[in-house]
């Protein structure tokens, strides 16, 4: 008999859905039995179900292919709204999947009992409830939502006790993704014309350029035409930092320097540039914008020019302006050249000094080109925002449209599961890792071979420093208590911990850990100081 539970879990399979995360329930125990009896169809434990929002998130953006996750009733769906949130706001599809009461208990007053078809309503594309005959057409539909522009999580409730019914099915088939249309005609003419008479337009690229792979093309367009590019953080590796057109990321470390460059614009190219990241109001000067994405603008149309809109393929838009007849554009590359290296010297470390600058640079000089590393949120994000060289988008894994501490764990345990073959770090704060301290015991189940480069300054630095920049006392951000905030552990559920004070410790620390078969630690103690001349600096010059 094809139940319910059987026919989800062969669906997943067929779909290619390789894992499902989560924390199991008694409802939950059918469909872990279906799990099992699936070939190349995984349940994977974690320690919160928020992590099991965040693996699913990650998978999608290793392979390319869905995932799912899971939680019970109430708090764990609670629990895995966080990982689901992060999926909505930094555009990654996903099947969340949560237990809920039958159609007769549904509105009535019961242990652990909300409506999580309205919870989830805001942070998902389409939330439903499964219906034993409608398994299969539902799981379509929801991949198909999914995956279409712009991409996100979808929640299926699966009322208790359904799991062991027949579900007698009806022919269902895999929905492709909606297309993608083409831009219009009178759009595409007017920003030929927007461009053609631009003299110093300057590209800002945006997390959709990188779902959309139009890196080369973009490069291209740089190249024929001079024009240099800015980055939101999310989209780091569309252009490499050694290039010469490369001004920057927006939003992160010396920031007020990037824009020493994109203020001299005279009309600002969106490519791809999705504002769930950072505004184009925060930092555009007062010059036309001509916005090219999947979906419309989202502007200030009061206070600011939208010189054209382009909605619709990217690469079509892009070849459209390859295909232009054009000198190169007025931009000084010396001047350029000039403020990379500026920004790029204050970002190197000192000589001397133990902090986050040095913790990053040689964590850099040990992982190869190809290797993975997740980052937390914190104020560390915003020094490897700048700072860290990204060989392509899929090596710097982060959170920036959600940004939910917590995210680098169980991102850095997700991409060594999807990419089994590529080195996987993780950099997080103190504060972050001890968010998601639990999932050492997931990263040691798996056996997973991941560096856990953890950087401790005991407070949490990035709201502290706002404290400070607000002229308010630091209160209400410190991690530990005097008595404990310097003692190293010995090893975190069984995963060895390596100490580091100093730079000779540190590289020593790398060695060791990256040389363990299996998850490792670093406890890195800095000195944060250094964190106050570089981050929070604005995004347009002092």
């Known amino acids: 008999m094809a139940t319910v539970a059987r026919t989800l879990a062969n669906t997943l399979k067929e779909l290619g859905v390789r894992y499902v995360f989560g924390v199991p329930s008694g409802n939950w125990v059918d469909y872990i039995a279906a799990i099992e009896d699936t070939d190349e169809l995984d349940f994977i434990l974690v320690s919160n179900e928020a992590s099991g929002g965040f693996m699913a998130d990650v998978c999608w953006r290793m392979t390319g292919t869905i995932a799912a996750c899971f939680?019970?009733?109430?708090?764990?769906?609670?629990?895995?709204?966080?990982?689901?949130?992060?999926?909505?706001l930094d555009r990654s599809p996903m099947i969340a999947f949560t237990d809920e009461m039958s159609d007769k208990m549904r509105y009535r007053t019961a242990q652990m009992n909300i409506d999580h078809q309205a919870f989830f309503?805001?942070?998902?594309?389409w939330t439903t409830r499964l219906k034993a005959g409608e398994v299969r057409h539902t799981i379509h539909k929801a991949v198909q939502i999914a995956t279409s522009e712009v991409p996100g999580p979808v929640h299926i409730g699966l009322p208790q006790g359904i799991g062991v019914n027949e579900s007698l099915e009806k022919t269902s088939k895999p929905i492709a993704p909606i297309k993608i249309e083409t831009p219009g005609e009178d759009a595409l003419i007017k920003m030929e014309k927007l461009f053609s008479?631009?003299?110093?337009?300057?590209?800002?690229?945006?997390?959709?350029?990188?779902?959309?792979?139009?890196?080369?093309?973009?490069?291209?367009?740089?190249?024929?035409f001079n024009i240099p590019a800015v980055l939101t953080p999310m989209a780091k590796g569309m252009i490499p930092e050694d290039h010469p057109l490369y001004a920057g990321v927006l939003a992160h470390a010396l920031s007020n320097q990037v824009g020493q460059t994109h203020q001299q614009s005279d009309m600002i190219m969106g490519i791809g540039y999705d504002p769930v990241e950072i505004n184009y109001e925060e930092w555009v000067p007062d010059v036309p914008l001509l916005h090219i994405d999947t979906s419309p603008v989202d502007l200030d149309t009061e206070k600011y020019t939208l010189g054209c809109e382009v909605t619709g393929n990217l690469e079509f838009a892009l070849d459209r302006l390859l295909a232009l007849n054009l000198s190169k554009k007025e931009w000084d590359l010396d001047e350029l050249d000039e403020t990379r290296k500026k920004i790029s010297a204050q970002l190197k470390?000192?000589?001397?000094?133990?902090?986050?600058?040095?913790?990053?640079?040689?964590?850099?000089?040990?992982?190869?080109?190809?290797?993975?590393?997740?980052?937390?949120?914190?104020a560390h994000l915003h020094l490897i925002g700048q700072q860290w060289k990204t060989n392509s988008p899929d090596c710097l894994l982060m959170t920036n449209g959600c940004s939910s501490m917590g995210f680098a764990i169980p991102a850095a345990i997700a991409a060594k599961v999807s990419c089994p073959r590529r080195p996987v770090c993780c950099v997080v704060g103190d504060g972050g890792f001890l968010m998601m301290a639990g999932e050492m015991a997931t990263a040691s189940r798996l056996g997973i071979k991941v560096v856990f480069v953890v950087i401790r300054d005991?407070?949490?630095?990035?709201?502290?420093?706002?404290?400070?920049?607000?002229?308010?006392?630091?209160?209400?951000?410190?991690?530990?208590?005097e008595t404990n905030k310097h003692q190293p552990a010995g090893n975190y559920f069984g995963v060895p911990v390596f100490f580091a004070n100093n730079e000779e410790q540190y590289d020593t620390a790398l060695q060791k850990a990256f040389n363990v078969?299996?998850?490792?630690?670093?406890?890195?103690?800095?000195n944060a100081k250094e964190y106050n001349d570089l981050i929070l600096k604005g995004n347009k010059p002092l």
């Open 71 to 88: 939680g019970t009733l109430g708090p764990g769906a609670c629990n895995l709204s966080t990982g689901v949130c992060g999926g909505y």
């Open 121 to 125: 309503k805001p942070v998902t594309k």
């Open 197 to 224: 008479e631009a003299k110093k337009p300057l590209i800002a690229l945006g997390i959709t350029s990188v779902r959309a792979k139009v890196r080369d093309k973009v490069i291209m367009l740089l190249e024929k």
């Open 349 to 378: 470390a000192p000589e001397g000094i133990f902090g986050p600058r040095k913790v990053l640079e040689n964590l850099r000089k040990i992982l190869p080109g190809n290797g993975i590393m997740a980052c937390d949120v914190g």
């Open 458 to 481: 005991a407070s949490l630095t990035l709201i502290k420093i706002k404290q400070e920049n607000k002229g308010h006392t630091q209160y209400g951000t410190s991690l530990f208590c």
């Open 517 to 526: 078969d299996g998850p490792a630690i670093i406890e890195a103690f800095v």
